[in-house]
């Protein structure tokens, strides 16, 4: 059993930045894949961002360029800084985590939260113009 606790949202002006960190605990085998997924009042959750142990990532295309997303293996910690931020990316932001194959994601061209069995209580960013 893997536990996620996510933490840095807040409330930032269009075109700011802020950084979220994700933490884990307990089985590091299911936390392989770690991802960063987001959902807004009456939208899908959105997988945004993807990072493995490896260091191998993938991002949706409409946070590339301005978000990228890290890990600290030894403290077991996921990490997204967030530039550039507009209006649209206000959502409750997500951790998840599972054992999975980014190049296999990658093949599917989409990160799906069907992939992650571990998910934090989320952290909430708010974008303001």
């Known amino acids: 059993q893997v536990q996620l606790l996510e933490s840095g949202g807040g409330s930032v002006q269009a075109g700011g930045s802020l950084r979220l960190s994700c933490e884990a605990s307990?089985?590091?085998?299911?936390?392989?894949?770690m991802a960063w997924f987001r959902q807004a009042p009456g939208k899908e959750r959105e997988g945004v961002a993807l990072?493995?142990?490896?260091?191998?990532?993938m991002y949706a295309d409409s946070v590339k360029g301005r978000f990228t997303v890290s890990r600290d293996n030894a403290r077991n910690t996921l990490y997204a800084q967030l530039n550039s931020l507009k209006p649209e990316d206000t959502a409750m932001y997500y951790c998840?985590?599972?054992?999975?194959?980014?190049?296999?994601?990658?093949?599917?061209?989409?990160?799906?939260?069907?992939?992650?069995?571990?998910w934090g209580q989320g952290t909430q960013v708010t974008v303001f113009s």
């Open positions: 307990g089985d590091t085998y299911s936390t392989i894949c």
């Open positions: 990072i493995d142990d490896n260091g191998s990532t």
């Open positions: 998840a985590a599972d054992a999975c194959s980014v190049a296999a994601i990658k093949g599917l061209g989409v990160i799906r939260d069907i992939d992650f069995g571990h």
